[in-house]
């Protein structure tokens, strides 16, 4: 390589790096939420655990405590959030007109989903499978068992459409019996229409618990016949949007790894030498200005709600009334596979 060739390549690598050190830029939807001072939020009309309102009108769930997480982390405070109620069918009709900034409604993450809908698929909350539940009376105990019978399923979900590839790939024969709205569904079931209800495992549990006149009388069968990874999405074309809500979702799993809660976020932003802890809590390097955000992002995040573990066992974990295992949803050095890249 000769000195006019190595010139311009130092040229163009110091160029490289400068951009690399500015801050970005926040993007339309990110200058939509701050002109407003408020995030819109898609979340489910009423599932114990992840998004569901009080008499009072309190929103409080995996999803919702994501919401207040994203907004603490966008506009320094987690109140600053507004929820808007959708069902199945119309949740990604919400996010693509706009009526919503994000959608974190337990909604599973596919190739049709991502490819063809204009919406991107941020960070996976919680790992899910679906599986069936039935009354004990019914003495059924494998999902194999079902053939030829009835089962109560939500449409527009991926739910039915796995139900329908297990029927088939089994040679089960199930009938599906089939209702628009979530409450028709478990109305259905708890009346006995259907020997089984399916939806992914956590719904069954939530349904379980919030609706049923004695939960063990119900039994929810071992068996999982799909994966459900489930997480927030947003709409395709705002890569500064998006970036915002997947590393929000990432530093509550890094904050966990590295000990960093609720509790002890102020101590350790204070205090602590460790430059991982500092990188997360922005007070060794900001990091927030690479997302167009505060100093502070993460620590107004995880202030507000707590890290991943806090937010999972104080929504749906073995405390809980659902009494979830984390199982799958424990960190990859725990035995999980949660797993979020490093905040670096």
């Known amino acids: 390589m000769n000195f006019t060739s190595l010139k311009l390549l130092a040229t163009a690598m110091a160029v490289m790096a400068s951009l690399a050190a500015l801050p970005a830029h926040a993007g339309k939807t990110v200058d939509t939420i701050k002109a407003r001072g408020q995030v819109i939020c898609g979340v489910h009309t009423g ?9 009072n009108g309190k929103w409080t769930g995996i999803d919702v405590d994501i919401c207040r997480a994203v907004a603490a982390a966008t506009l320094g405070d987690a109140e600053k959030v507004k929820f808007v109620p959708l069902t199945a069918q119309a949740r990604f009709t919400a996010l693509q007109s ?6 974190s409604r337990n909604t599973t993450f596919t190739l049709t989903r991502d490819a063809s809908l ?5 960070a996976v909350v919680y790992y899910d499978g679906q599986g069936f539940m039935v009354p004990v009376k019914s003495k059924i105990k494998s999902a194999k068992q079902l053939k030829g019978q009835t089962v109560c399923v939500q449409s527009g979900t991926t739910t039915e459409k796995n139900l329908t590839d297990f029927s088939k790939a089994n040679g089960l024969n199930i009938k599906p019996v089939v209702f628009e709205k979530l409450d028709a569904v478990e109305g259905a079931y708890f009346s006995g229409r259907c020997i089984s209800y ?8 939530s349904v379980r618990n919030k609706s049923a006149k004695n939960p063990a009388d119900h039994l929810i069968l071992p068996e999982l016949i799909s994966k459900e990874p489930l ?3 947003v709409r395709r074309g705002d890569d500064e949007w998006a970036a915002i809500v997947k590393w929000t979702v990432f530093g509550l799993l890094e904050a966990e790894e590295n000990g960093i809660t609720q509790v002890n976020v102020d101590d350790l932003k204070a205090n602590s030498k460790d430059p991982v802890v500092g990188r997360i809590l922005g007070s060794s390097e900001d990091t927030g200005k690479l997302l167009g955000l505060e ?14 573990g806090e937010i999972f066992e104080r929504n749906v974990g073995p405390k809980s009334a659902l009494q979830l295992p984390r199982g799958l949803n424990n960190l990859w050095n725990k035995g999980g596979i949660q ?3 490093p905040i670096r």
């Open 47 to 55: 599932l114990a655990g992840f998004s569901a309102a009080d008499s």
């Open 231 to 233: 997480g927030p999405l």
């Open 198 to 205: 399916t939806t992914d495992a956590s719904g069954l549990a």
């Open 98 to 103: 706009g009526e919503i900034d994000m959608l």
């Open 118 to 122: 204009g919406l991107s698929q941020t």
């Open 339 to 341: 797993y979020a890249p």
């Open 295 to 308: 100093k502070e992002w993460m620590a107004n995040a995880i202030k507000a709600t707590g890290n991943y």
